[in-house]
């Protein structure tokens, strides 16, 4: 081919970047998730909570992570989502978001910080932008929020929506129990549709039949991330704790990839027989 004739051809479309373990040297944004949508490519999105745990999932690719309002119980110890605070979450957003530079860092707004008013939503969603770095906010809830969710979208506020098994909902739901079953499951379709139609850009779906996840993925242009939902979502979400096996009881949709508690133990255990018995530290593990 002549050099004429090379540079008269069509250029080659850029092939696009993969939302899982590509390489971008920017954030993920809400239009790369879109995009994977379009594609129908599947992708993680894990919890994050400090630092050091994000750079890790960061560099391994993960496209979103989440500071979940599951820091109630993972990292300050209560037994449900409901007393964590918008300054518990704050300075762990703001850790998430210094330890990484490509994943999209999603907020949880907590119970009692938006469920008032639109425009305690956006102050609330405003603090975690601010003060944090975070790139969007999640919020509980289907046709209840839809006035918050527009608010936020059009102040430039990213949201993803959670529908189904909403933790923060535990006292009225009865309990952690699977959420759309028979007739509940259409209004939890309808409810999906009513987040899209408000400018959601992604929606959680938790501990709800794979059936109905299913449904609801496929009437949606955005994209579901499945938590107990059945392997019909387009993402999926786990606490980074439950994966590894740090927490001693898990639900029933939670695999464990790692004993990562066990590994933790064995590790003190080894330090503190190598302490007691004088083995450490050693000539190697000291100054002079």
């Given amino acids: 081919m ?9 250029s080659t479309p850029a092939q696009p970047t993969a939302l899982y373990g590509g390489k971008t040297g920017r954030r993920v944004t809400v239009r790369d998730i879109a995009a994977a949508k379009e594609r129908g490519e599947r992708w993680p999105m894990v919890t994050a909570y400090d ?7 960061d560099e391994a690719g993960i496209p979103v992570l989440l500071v979940g309002d599951s820091a109630a119980m993972v990292v300050y110890g209560y037994d449900s989502t409901l007393p964590v605070t918008v300054d518990d979450l704050l300075p762990l957003t703001a850790a998430v978001v210094r330890g990484t530079s490509r994943a999209m860092i999603v907020a949880d707004l907590p119970f009692g910080s938006y469920q008032a008013s639109p425009q305690q939503a956006l102050e609330t969603a405003a603090r975690f932008m601010k003060e944090a770095g975070a790139h969007a906010v999640k919020l ?5 929020v839809i006035p ?3 608010l936020l979208v059009s102040s430039g506020v990213p949201v993803m929506g959670h ?4 933790p923060q909902s535990v006292n009225v739901l009865g309990g952690y129990r699977v959420q759309g079953r028979g007739q509940a499951g259409d209004e939890l379709l309808m409810a999906a549709k009513a987040l899209e139609h408000a400018g959601a850009f992604a929606i959680v779906l938790e501990c709800v039949p794979s059936e109905l996840a299913q449904r609801v993925t496929a009437s949606l242009g955005i994209p579901t991330i499945g938590i107990g939902a059945g392997p019909h979502t387009d993402a999926q979400v786990l606490v980074w704790q439950d994966l590894m096996g740090l927490t001693p009881h898990q639900p029933k949709f939670v695999k464990k990839y790692f004993d990562l508690a066990g590994e933790m133990s064995r590790a003190v255990r080894a330090f503190a027989d190598e302490v007691v018995s004088g083995a450490f530290p050693t000539e190697a593990h000291s100054y002079h």
């Fill in 140 to 144: 509980e809830g289907g046709h209840r």
């Fill in 51 to 57: 630092a050091l745990t994000a750079r890790i999932f």
């Fill in 2 to 10: 002549s050099v004429n004739s090379a540079a008269s051809s069509p």
């Fill in 163 to 166: 529908l189904g098994l909403t």
């Fill in 148 to 150: 918050q969710v527009e």
